[in-house]
Each structure stands twice: as structure tokens, then as C-alpha cells.
């Protein structure tokens, strides 16, 4: 494939030498200049369709990067349009939509790929065309901006290759039309979950600082620099603080439920030994399965990481080995739980196997501690896999490729890490996990058989039940939110379900999965209601956070829609790495459960300040509250929570809605937590 590439370029480059040659003769350098017929025009609701003639262009830049931006006199030409909307763009969009469509045209006697672009009044670039190839004799790309903003446009016509200088001809039309209503949503079943959402305090910069003020500063005040992609979440069991990290930054919070809604204190409890953040994660080793509350926060360096542990919620930090060896330089996760039968011996009497697991360049690699995480053992490959074509792929049945999710164990030892792209037995990819069943030191692949992996796609989840049921939560090739269970470490699988379906949910991210009682998990993903491209950056579709839940076994799901008034996202969420403008989330979000079965879901927030009503704004094209990526915590506080233990209980802390007004009812007395016995109940 390589040396096909190879020979095209050397084509193109010898018919981009020949057609400069003939641009020098027939059209010799100059400022740059309008060849279009009209050079300008304007167009509104009444006006009609438009067309003109955009002058001849050739040359070529062979990819089509950053030509349209300049415009250089010979290889691209211009149209300046305007566009008038019945009012300014940011009220009118709130209950009409419009699509600026072109249909762009030559003809060639060579092979040529003339390109169309659309720049907007905020400089955000819309184009290529579609389709966009090569052919001889008529040509034709057609381009759809979808809700344009008011003002000057420049409509370019590029020349990606074209040996003879070649014109093209474009028709224009505005096309108008109320916004359609999303659907209602499903009313709420009785006793259904609800959440608020606890975004973090702004930082604080200036002298005048407010005492919700994270200190010391997590980055900048400005909208959009909030920097908290793919953050991880996680509850000390005993003190019931959460913590959230994302970047260097370790941030506490402390909840006081004593007032309804319940309050938020920020802390940052950043470790001193996270100094570099190539890619940051954290694990709390809390009491689900007798952890001893231990918060871990490593940061990615090259094949390594700076690990470092606390004991007392982020006060002081202790730094550690950081990783076993070999470790891979990419996407790394910290987990842990018990050892499989027989547990080995361990020096330090440290309950749990800490495990550090990271992507490397054909591989995966696993190591795990015995002593709580300050010294590993050696990394072992959990799959292999090939770099193709940029991509990392599955080689053979039994394989994975690309991202994996984050390292779970269950209470029989068991460790999964979750893959999106696993090959099953006759190659056929599918989300699937790596599955040890001797605490790390050897792995098997097992797929989920009615799944299909998406590309590009993102990280599946998978979490253990108190008997050691898993759920897989992912984002199928159709890009629905699916989840499926196993009672025999992945074997045997449920039915897929769809758990977007009570919202008309199309298109789905960061699937995010937590289990409590074997028969009760929760499920979270972002998900739009607009279907399509995701990756385009002319997406239009509107991102809300989704948790489903499951009280028996997975037979049925109850979804709620945690941010019902407040989008996470609006536009394209990138999945391919790199610094495409929509890719503010980075990869991932994290779940967890506190000691009194609620949910917590810690997601960065995309869509904050004026992009919140403004359905004008989108990540593609900015402004940097459309762009932003604000840490915040989604806190279950109504509904069924994960223990059946502590149903009506409203979380251990209140007896109802009316009776216990706040009053710690029933305590947890095996951390030492006495309830208050003059508190009523409504049991």
C-alpha cells in the first residue's frame, strides 16, 4: 500500500511541476485577486438561489491543508458571500434552523479534484465537499453548512490537482425552516434516579478571591482552558469524600448533606510528585470489596508513570515505583481488588493487588503490586496487535487493538480490561475484555458475540457485581449505547441492550459502567439524538449525559437524562487523537459508587457559560465556551441507588422527603457511624 502511495505522489508531483509551468505563462504571479463572476453576492431567505463562476485554478497541493485559508492567486479563487438571516444568528437558531447548500461543478479532460470551501465570518473552515476524488470530465462536489451565522463568507475554490487550469461553476441556495422539537422525554417511573451536577469553582487569579476558589489554581478563569478532559472519579469510603482528577490536579470535595440540596466544598490535593501530565489517572481502592480507601494518581511518563498513594484523602503523598516493566507509553489505568485462590503471600499485608496497565506499540502490558502499589512486578502482555495504515488493529482471533478502558477486578480476583476492538473467533471485531483469572499473570480475549466495534471509537467499561456478574457498557458500530452482562467471566453473554432507546438516543461516547449488588449496575455515556457523523466537523448534534440502571440483572433499564437542561456538548466529539477543536473531552469519563449505593459520575464538561443557550455555538467552529472542558461531578441524589441495603434510605442520611429533615437515620456502624435514633423512618 505504501509504494502505491508512493508512485501516486510522484505522479502528481511531476503534473504539479507541468501545470505550475503553464500557470507562469498564462497567469503570472500577482496579489491576491477575485477571477469570479460576480466576486460577490449576498443571500437571504427572499433572495433565492445564487450561482456564479468561480476563474480557473490549477496546480494543486495534493492534500488539501490549509490552502483555502490562504488563497494564493492561481491555486485557489474566491467569492465573497453574505449572508443575511431573518434575525441575528444566536436568537434566530433557538427556534428556526437553515442549510447553506452548494453544489460546486467543472469539467476536465485530465484527472483533476477541484475542492470547495466554506469559511465563516469566525474563520472556521467547512470543506471539502463531498464527494471528494478525482475524475475526468464532469466533476461535481456538494457542500452543507448547516445553521450558518450571519455575515461575510469567503466560498473558495481550490485546485487540489489540476494539470490544465480549470474552472468551476457553483449554485447556491439558503433553505430555511422551524427547528424541530426534540422529543418529549419519557416521564420519570416512579422513583426513577435523579442527579445534580456540582461543577468545580472557577480558579482563582485575582486578589478578591472568592472562598469557593480551587487552590492552588487548576489553569486558567477563561471558559474553554478549563483543561479537565478525561477525568477520573472516585469515593474514600470512610470520610465520603470524592475526589475528581484530570491533568496534575487531584480536586476533593467534600458534600454536606445536612442541607438539601447538599453543598459542595473544592479542595486541590494535588500530589507533589505529579509534575508532568501526559495522560493523568486515579484510583481510589475504596471499601467495595474491603479496599482500604487508598487514592492512587498517576501521570504518563514515556513507559513509566509518576505514581504516589495517600492514605488520608490527599493531605500526603507518599511516590512509589510507578509501573512494572516493560510498560507501553500510552492510555494507562490503576486498579485494583482481591487476589484470585490462592492469594499469595504479600510483604506488606496490603489486602488488594494494585494492577498498572498501559498500551505499547504492538501490545498491552499488565503488571501488578503486592505491597499497595509501591513496587510492581514485571509487565505482562495481556494481547497483541499491528499498526496498519496508522491504526492499531487485532492480528488473530483472541486479540485486540487499539485503546483499552480502565482495569477492573471483581471479588473472585478476576481482572478485565475492556478493548472496543477484539477479533472472536472467525476475525470478526467486536468490544470485548482481556481476562485474567491467576491476579494478572496470564490472559485470555473474550468478545461480546451480538456487538461490532465502531471506528474511530472510544473506551468501553466493564464492572463486577457483588457475586462477580460482570456488565459491559460500549458504543456499538451503529453507535448506540449498549451494555451486556456475564455470569461466567465472559463466556456466555446476555443480549446486548440498547439503553439510549427511551430518548431516541443515536449516537453515543463514553460508555462508563459501575455495578454495586450483583443485580444492580449503572451505565453512563453521552449521547445525541442527532444522528450521522460524529467526527464531521459540520455536526449539529446536541450532547446530554445518560445513566441507565439496572435492579434486576439487566432484564430491564431505567434511563434518566442527568444534564436534562444543560448540554455537556454541542457539535462533533473527536475520537482520533491529535488537537482537532473538538476533541475538548479528550477520550473518556469515569463512574463510581459511594458506600451508601449512589452513583457519581465525573465527566468534563464541554458546553459551558453562554453556549449553554446559545444552540449557535458548536466545538468545531468555538467560541471557547463551546469549547470547554470544566470538571464536574453528576451526584446521584433521588432513586434506587446500587445496595438494596440502603433503599428508602435516601443514601444512609435521611429517613424521606419529609421525615428525618437531613438527620443521619441509620449510620454505618461498622465504620464507627452512629445514626441518630430520635430520626423517624418511614420503613
Known sequence: MRGIRFCLWISFVVLLFASAAVL???????????????????ISSSSGPLAWDFGPVGGGTVINVGIQDICPPGLCDDHDLT??????????????????????????????????????????????????NTSTGPGQENLTVTDPIDGLWHIRSVASLAPVPTAAHVAVTLMIAPRPTAPMPPPAAPGAPTFINYPAPDDCTGTQQPPSCIQPSTGSTTAGEHGAGEPSIGVDWNTGKAFIEAGNHTLRVTFDDSVNPATAFWEDQRSLFARVSLDPIMFVDDGHFGGPNRLFSSQLILVT?????????????????????????????????????????????????????????????????DDGGTTFGPGVPIYTFAHVNGADVPIAPGTCGGLHGHVRVSPDGTVYVPNENCFDANSVSRPGVAVSTDSGLSWVVRTVPDGKSISPGTDPSVAEGANNTIYLGYVNSDGHAKIALSGDRGLHWSKSK??????????????????????RAAFAFLGTQTSGDTQSADFQGVWHLYA??????????????????????????????????????????DITVDKFGRVLVGYADGCTRSCVTDPTQNASTGPASAQDALATIARQVGGRGLFKAFDGTQFGT???VIEGHGKLCFGDPASGIQGDPGCKTNN
Open 24 to 42: 507562469l505563462v498564462t497567469d503570472p504571479p500577482r496579489a491576491w485577486a477575485q477571477l469570479a463572476t460576480p466576486p460577490s453576492s449576498t
Open 83 to 132: 449572508v443575511v438571516l431573518p434575525a441575528p444568528a444566536a436568537t434566530f437558531y433557538q427556534t428556526m434552523t437553515a442549510k447553506l447548500i452548494f453544489q460546486y461543478t467543472w469539467t476536465s479532460t485530465l484527472p483533476t479534484d477541484l475542492d470547495i470551501f466554506a469559511i465563516s465570518p469566525s474563520g472556521a473552515d467547512h470543506g471539502p465537499g463531498s464527494p471528494d
Open 305 to 369: 508513570s509518576e505514581l504516589s498513594f495517600s492514605d488520608d484523602d490527599g493531605n500526603t503523598w507518599l511516590p512509589t515505583q510507578g509501573s512494572g516493566q516493560p510498560a507501553g507509553v500510552d492510555h494507562q489505568t490503576v486498579g485494583g481488588g482481591p487476589y484470585a485462590f490462592p492469594a499469595p503471600l504479600t510483604p506488606t499485608g496490603y489486602p488488594h493487588g494494585i494492577y498498572y496497565c498501559s498500551q505499547d506499540i504492538v501490545t498491552a502490558f499488565c503488571s501488578r503490586s
Open 498 to 519: 440498547d439503553a439510549g432507546t427511551p430518548f431516541g438516543v443515536q449516537n453515543a461516547e463514553f460508555a462508563e459502567v459501575i455495578a454495586g449488588d450483583d443485580e
Open 548 to 589: 441507565a440502571f439496572t435492579y434486576n440483572s439487566g432484564l430491564t433499564w431505567t434511563t434518566v437524562d442527568a444534564t436534562p437542561t444543560d448540554p455537556v456538548q454541542r457539535g462533533c466529539v473527536w475520537n482520533q487523537g491529535g488537537s482537532n477543536p473538538c476533541r475538548n473531552l479528550l477520550d473518556f469519563n
Open 654 to 656: 435521611q429517613s424521606g
